[in-house]
């Protein structure tokens, strides 16, 4: 696996991209075992906000309609790098595809802005903080688990 691969692009996209190369019987257990990593990513992230009931009702959507455009994002971006590849293409092609992957992130980063924003609404700043810890703590674990 190629680590720069994996922490240039995030844990789950390049994760979602190998398990979508699977056969329809691993692809079943390939979506058992994205439910467990949801799980507990869920589970880190209950923990370490140490939400209320209140803020917990508030937070989930908002962070799985998050997680679900930011998930959007990636696979964009993976498309354009894996379907359109620089061999035997001229300069300005490649620049193109570059410049798609540069706005592709761009759009992300607008997306945690915007994200962060409504967060703020339902739970504190520091909470806000624990968030994207925890959100590195479990991609850093689960890239572990992956190099072993």
């Known amino acids: 696996m190629n680590l720069r691969l994996l922490k240039k692009f995030g844990i789950f996209p390049v994760l979602l991209l190998l ?12 979506e058992e075992e ?7 990513k869920v589970a880190i992230i209950t923990n370490r906000l140490n939400l209320t009931s209140e803020q917990s009702t508030g937070f989930w ?11 959007e994002i990636h696979r964009a971006q993976r498309r354009i790098i894996n379907e359109k590849k620089a061999e035997g293409k001229a300069d300005e092609q490649v620049l193109n595809n570059l410049k798609e992957v540069q706005e592709l ?10 994200y962060q924003n409504r967060f703020l609404k339902v739970i504190t700043a520091g909470q806000v903080i624990e968030l994207y810890k925890a959100e590195k703590t479990f991609n850093d674990m689960l890239l572990q688990r992956l190099k072993q």
């Open 19 to 30: 398990l979508s190369l699977s056969t329809a019987s691993a692809q079943r257990r390939s």
């Open 61 to 71: 959507p908002i962070y799985n309609e998050y997680s679900q455009k930011r998930r």
């Open 34 to 40: 994205m439910k467990k990593i949801q799980d507990a």
């Open 105 to 114: 992130k761009q759009k992300e980063l607008d997306l945690e802005k915007e």
